[in-house]
């Protein structure tokens, strides 16, 4: 049973930087795409950035140069890293992990982040 908690979110000033973790149990890196997602009120959820197994990432093109997904597999950890960070960023930010076959979606509970002066 794959079981995903974030944390690591708060307010934080525009141009700020912050780092959301997500505790991932259950999760085979070779079986999952692991992601970090986002949604504002009345709004889609987007997707922010995505780790392979093998270490190919993918960004969004609002993120790309300031965020940065790691993951640490020994601890069955993900990571965002966001940096230069602007007041439309705020957002809830889910950590998601996707099974390839077949696809399964899995996703925490969310974090609030918040920039704002």
């Known amino acids: 049973q794959v079981q995903l908690v974030e944390s690591g979110g708060g307010l934080v000033q525009p141009g700020g930087s912050l780092r959301l973790s997500c505790a991932a149990s259950g999760v085979i890196y070779s079986m999952h795409a692991m992601g970090w997602y986002r949604q504002v009120p009345g709004k889609q959820r987007e997707l922010v950035a995505t780790?392979?197994?093998?270490?190919?990432?993918n960004y969004a093109d609002s993120v790309k140069g300031r965020f940065t997904i790691s993951t640490d597999n020994a601890k069955n950890m993900v990571y965002l890293q966001m940096s230069s960070l602007k007041p439309e960023d705020t957002a809830v930010y889910y950590c998601?992990?996707?099974?390839?076959?077949?696809?399964?979606?899995?996703w925490g509970q969310g974090t609030q982040v918040t920039v704002s002066s």
């Open positions: 998601n992990a996707r099974r390839y076959i077949p696809v399964i979606d899995y």
């Open positions: 780790i392979t197994g093998t270490g190919s990432t």
